[in-house]
């Protein structure tokens, strides 16, 4: 592979490398370093500019880390990949996590086994998570599920032949908490911590 078409900086905070098997070595506190991501982005657009990647942008910054991207960047991020679809500064986003983490033995995240996200599944012979995913791009984000299994991957593609109602899109609205699947607590003493704002 001579290039990357999309290469994202996942999180604003940067973490002391111990290893790719390593994450959070410490008693679940994250060792975080105080790299700047500015510092970062330069070098991103480094990878731009020799061709290694067409297009750089972001996942997981808050409105004032991209404020200060947009500041200070010769580049500026093509994409903002984000837990839930918020699109204050951007005109496209991606869900990450659209379908929260499955869980099938505690039942989570709840509207995955609610009755009536499986009544409305059922109405269209689709599965809750197709009806999920289909929600999501309704919405205006590009759902980025993550799967391994062929079986899944074409499950997930499977979600173009059918729209849902006004109805169907109250329902799910009434499953919106605002909580995240992913807080990353364990790195919250990181000055570049993005969610002590709430974009």
């Not at 290469?7 to 973490?15: A, E, F, G, N, R």
């Not at 880390?65 to 990949?81: D, S, V």
């Amino acid at each position: 592979m001579d290039y990357v078409d999309l290469y994202l900086m996942h999180w604003p905070q940067s973490y002391v490398y111990h290893g790719d098997d390593v994450i959070f070595p410490h008693q679940g506190k994250a060792e975080v370093s105080d790299i700047d991501y500015l510092d970062t982005w330069k070098a991103m657009e480094e990878l731009v500019t020799k061709g290694l990647t067409k297009s750089i942008g972001v996942s997981n910054f808050n409105s004032e880390q991209l404020k200060r991207i947009m500041e200070n960047c010769k580049i500026k991020p093509i994409h903002n990949q984000l837990q839930s679809p918020r699109r204050y500064l951007c005109r496209l986003v991606t869900a990450y996590c659209p379908l929260g983490r499955p869980d099938p033995i505690n039942k989570l995240p709840t509207y995955l086994y609610d009755s009536k996200v499986k009544a409305i599944a059922d109405k269209y012979g689709k599965t809750p998570a197709q009806v999920v995913l289909r929600y999501v791009l309704e919405l205006g984000t590009v759902p980025i599920p993550k799967s391994v299994t062929k079986t899944r991957i074409i499950e997930n593609f499977n979600i173009f032949d059918f729209q849902l109602t006004t109805d169907d899109h109250k329902i799910l609205d009434s499953f919106h908490t605002g909580e995240r699947i992913i807080p990353m607590d364990e790195s919250k003493h990181s000055k570049y911590y993005p969610f002590n704002i709430e974009f």
